[in-house]
């Protein structure tokens, strides 16, 4: 079985900074990309940033500049640097991976999820 276990967050005031850290464990075969998507009261989940086993990222374009995403996949943990946070950026933060398990197919799997709350 595969976890994802996310740390970080919390609360910070209007143009602060937080990092959040996630790290995949389990019966992982392949994985194929880590990222992290949000989800605000009232809407929908969506993604903030993602990195590929090559390297390769993507951001939301709400948050390029200002956010950036590492990853280890060796490793298998992904981190997400936010600066000059504001109030929008408030939300839940979910880790996602894409992973191949053993014995079994290639699907999404998700953290708990971390709040981020961006308040003064």
């Known amino acids: 079985q595969v976890q994802l276990v996310e740390s970080g967050g919390g609360l910070v005031q209007p143009g602060g900074s937080l990092r959040l850290s996630c790290t995949a464990s389990?019966?992982?075969?392949?994985?194929?990309?880590m990222g992290w998507y949000r989800q605000a009261p009232g809407k929908q989940r969506e993604l903030v940033a993602v990195?590929?086993?090559?390297?390769?990222?993507n951001y939301a374009s709400s948050v390029k500049g200002r956010f950036t995403i590492s990853g280890d996949i060796a490793r298998k943990t992904v981190s997400l640097q936010m600066n000059s946070l504001n109030s929008e950026d408030t939300a839940v933060y979910y880790c996602?991976?894409?992973?191949?398990?053993?014995?079994?197919?290639?699907?999404?799997?998700w953290g708990q999820g971390t709040q981020v709350t961006v308040s003064s």
């Open positions: 389990g019966s992982i075969f392949t994985l194929y990309g």
């Open positions: 996602n991976a894409v992973i191949k398990e053993l014995g079994s197919g290639t699907r999404d799997y």
């Open positions: 990195i590929s086993s090559s390297g390769s990222t």
